[in-house]
């Protein structure tokens, strides 16, 4: 299947800092990537939707200027963190779709904010 | 009522056991299912596609039933290695994933 990577893997900041985790696709292009978020024993809540060359499209109660995305080319788009609290520490999964549907997870990146 | 629901789990069974999770959804309008797999602290990896006329796998066997609004999954043969957390996921309007939280599956030997 098609690859989706992520960095970093894992991150911890001190509260107040901003942290960019790096969504890329690989071996595809899209003009469509995702950015989910996932906390302890819950399910992967929608978090953006990053559409290369244009504004994302935020989900209800995600904070736009608080998570900043920017999808500059069809293989990369990034997740700024303002300002992390601890709050923000959770599992922060970015996706990508080749195709019509089907979705390709990156392998997640881990955030703790002291 | 949620988009996407699950029962938590976990399933306990034993290996070679048959396993099979149900998973509701709201919305009539959803278009596209799916299961993925998720490990612990690993990303969710597509498993199957979930067709109407239902499909299979290997051990895997997808049904949709669009007028209960549920799918389906079973596990034939369970294997230690299929100790996972399998999480449904449906797309309606603009083809955004939605996900359920999840079922727990443990085989043991």
């Known amino acids: 299947g098609a690859v989706v990577s992520q960095h970093p893997s894992w991150v911890i900041c001190k509260s107040g800092t901003s942290v960019k985790i790096e969504c890329r696709s690989l071996?595809?292009?899209?003009?469509?990537m995702f950015w989910y978020r996932q906390f302890p024993k819950q399910s992967l809540m929608l978090m953006a939707t990053?559409?290369?060359?244009?504004?994302?499209?935020?989900e209800q109660g995600v904070e736009k200027d608080k998570f900043l995305i920017n999808h500059a080319s069809l293989t990369l788009s990034t997740l700024t963190v303002t300002s992390a609290h601890p709050e923000d520490s959770s599992f922060y999964i970015c996706?990508?779709?080749?195709?019509?549907?089907?979705?390709?997870f990156g392998p997640g990146t881990r955030l703790l904010v002291l | 009522r949620k988009e996407v629901e699950q029962d938590p789990g976990p399933f306990n069974v034993p290996e070679g056991a048959t396993v099979a999770f149900n998973c509701t959804y709201s919305?009539?309008?959803?278009?596209?299912f799916f299961w993925y797999r998720q490990d612990c602290r690993k990303e969710p990896k597509l498993l199957m596609s979930?067709?109407?006329s239902g499909n299979e796998d290997g051990r895997f066997t997808a049904q949709l039933n669009r007028a209960s609004q549920y799918i389906s999954l079973l596990i034939r043969d369970s294997k230690l290695s299929d100790s996972a957390t399998y999480l449904c996921?449906?797309?309606?309007?603009?083809?955004?994933?939605?996900f359920g939280k999840g079922t727990m599956l443990l085989v043991s030997p």
């Open positions: 996921a449906v797309t309606s309007g603009y083809s955004t994933l939605t």
């Open positions: 979930v067709y109407s």
């Open positions: 996706s990508a779709r080749p195709g019509a549907e089907t979705q390709y």
């Open positions: 919305n009539s309008a959803s278009q596209s």
């Open positions: 990053s559409n290369e060359g244009s504004k994302a499209t935020y």
């Open positions: 071996d595809f292009q899209a003009t469509t």
